[in-house]
């Protein structure tokens, strides 16, 4: 008949269809779990030698333990140990000996061939960890407060301001000087405008305008430096000890990964390194490897990472790029209806901040996945200071304008209006405090006397 299949062709469709690798009710779901290369706190199998029991336990179970009472089936499992490598452990679910396996299996492309995974419950991505090393050299340490761009800005804003005042002091100077000297001079008087009490008298309204709005940005970044000066002397200054992957790469450094994990084979595909570089440790080895200086940096899955900052807070840092890994899910046969309940449930518990109040019970305290100190940590830069800055430079400009204004305006009167020169002599003189009286010798040159004091009372 035509529905009558062979066999083997029987199996090959219902395992199209999904019922090869759906349990029914009533059978138990033989779920493998790691035993060997686990992290405890994801995964710890322990045998009870008096009950002649396997006892299991960590996040990844009790995540599982969660997903699958929320899912009101009446489907039983039972946890079976595995002692070997993990993409064997997968091998077992494709093969059929294990129904699903359970615990921190990272979801790889390679192994989606073979099985299907989940969605992850952990935070996905994978850094490196190095040790931090204290930093040296503080003989030019008063230069680190402000960044490059920001001593720049400053030092354009003193001499800009600088050479306004001094062509606003200087306009009345009849008194001839070389190039050297006025160059001097504005220098000098740059720097003496900044400390009133010691520096030279202003004599013009619109310099002092101009200088009150730069002492006040001065004494703002003043007192900025000073802070940021003392914070970066007395704090102690901590860097890592590696601070790219290229470093490692060019200087053929060892790394770490996990044993059995499929991170060595990454290192050596994806991130290139050769494979006398790359060497494999235990969770508790890394520590002691890092310190003696046996490997350079440990690259290690970001639910590991957390881990290992709580255990050790002190002398390591995570640094590098992120390298972008799926995460840690459970793993199912291909077919499997149970993957999309699980990932919904798994979806529901992330939303409702079940699935991170679990993640911090993990560890002790909060560990930050920052390093502890970024290149420019502490230090200033112009981002809070533009105001400022435009505010001062703004005054300086308006007062240049104002003061070039009155000599274009001056010279316009005294030019096309000479009659002007008189009067204001006149009513110079009657207001003039020692006033010269009709039977007094003006001299010769009185009338050029009386028009440079004339100009510097119309000069602000």
């Not at 008194?175 to 160059?183: G, I, R």
């Not at 860097?239 to 790219?244: A, F, G, K, T, Y």
């Not at 046969?333 to 991170?356: F, H, W």
Request: charge should be neutral; include cysteine; charged fraction near 20%.
């Amino acid at each position: 008949m035509a529905w009558a299949l062979p066999p083997l062709h029987l199996l090959l469709l219902l395992g199209a269809l999904g019922w090869w690798a759906t349990p029914t009710t009533g059978k138990t779901l033989k779920i493998g779990v790691p035993a060997n290369y686990s992290y405890p706190k994801y995964v710890l199998v322990k045998c009870n030698w008096t009950s002649n029991q396997t006892c299991f336990s960590g996040h990844a179970i009790d995540v599982f333990r969660l997903v699958w009472k929320n899912l009101h089936n009446n489907i039983d499992y039972v946890f079976i140990p595995f002692h070997g490598p993990y993409d064997s452990l997968i091998m077992q679910v494709y093969h059929g000996k294990f129904d699903a396996v359970v615990g921190d299996i990272s979801i790889v492309a390679k192994r989606c061939e073979y099985v299907e995974f989940s969605r992850p419950y952990t935070e996905t991505g994978a850094r490196m960890v190095v040790l931090e090393k204290q930093e040296h050299g503080k003989a030019w340490i008063f230069v680190k407060p402000f960044t490059m761009t920001l001593w720049a800005l400053t030092g354009f804003i003193f001499l800009y301001n600088g050479i306004i005042v001094w062509v606003i002091e200087t306009a009345n100077n009849e008194k001839e000087s070389s190039f050297s000297e006025k160059f001097g001079n504005l220098i000098w008087l740059s720097f003496t405008t900044l400390f009133p009490i010691h520096g030279e008298r202003l004599r013009s309204n619109l310099s002092r305008m101009a200088m009150v709005v730069w002492l006040f940005v001065a004494l703002v970044l003043t007192q900025s430096y000073t802070a940021s000066l003392t914070s970066m002397l007395t704090v102690r200054r901590l860097r890592p000890s590696v601070v790219d992957v290229e470093s490692l790469l060019k200087n053929k450094s060892k790394v770490g990964c996990d044993a059995g994990s499929f991170m060595s084979r990454y290192l050596e595909d994806v991130v290139e390194f050769e494979a006398t570089c790359v060497e494999t440790y235990a969770f508790d080895q890394y520590a002691q490897a890092l310190s003696i200086g046996t490997i350079k940096a440990a690259f290690l899955e970001i639910p590991y990472i957390q881990l290992f900052l709580d255990e050790n807070p002190k002398g390591y840092t995570v640094t590098g790029p992120t390298y972008e890994i799926g995460g840690f899910a459970f793993v199912f046969p291909k077919g499997s209806d149970i993957v999309e309940k699980v990932s919904d449930e798994i979806l529901r518990l992330r939303e409702n901040g079940t699935l991170r109040k679990m993640e911090r019970l993990l560890t002790h305290k909060r560990s930050t996945m920052e390093p502890s100190n970024d290149e420019n940590d502490g230090r200033l830069s112009p981002d809070g200071f533009w105001g400022l800055f435009f505010i001062t430079g703004g005054m300086s400009t308006s007062a240049l304008l104002l003061f070039l204004v009155g000599r274009l305006r001056d010279n316009w009167r005294y030019k096309y209006f000479p009659w002007i020169q008189l009067v204001g002599q006149r009513v110079w003189l009657i207001f003039r405090p020692n006033k010269i009286h009709d039977n007094d010798d003006p001299g010769p040159n009185h009338h050029v006397l009386v028009l440079r004091d004339l100009r510097r009372w119309n000069t602000l």
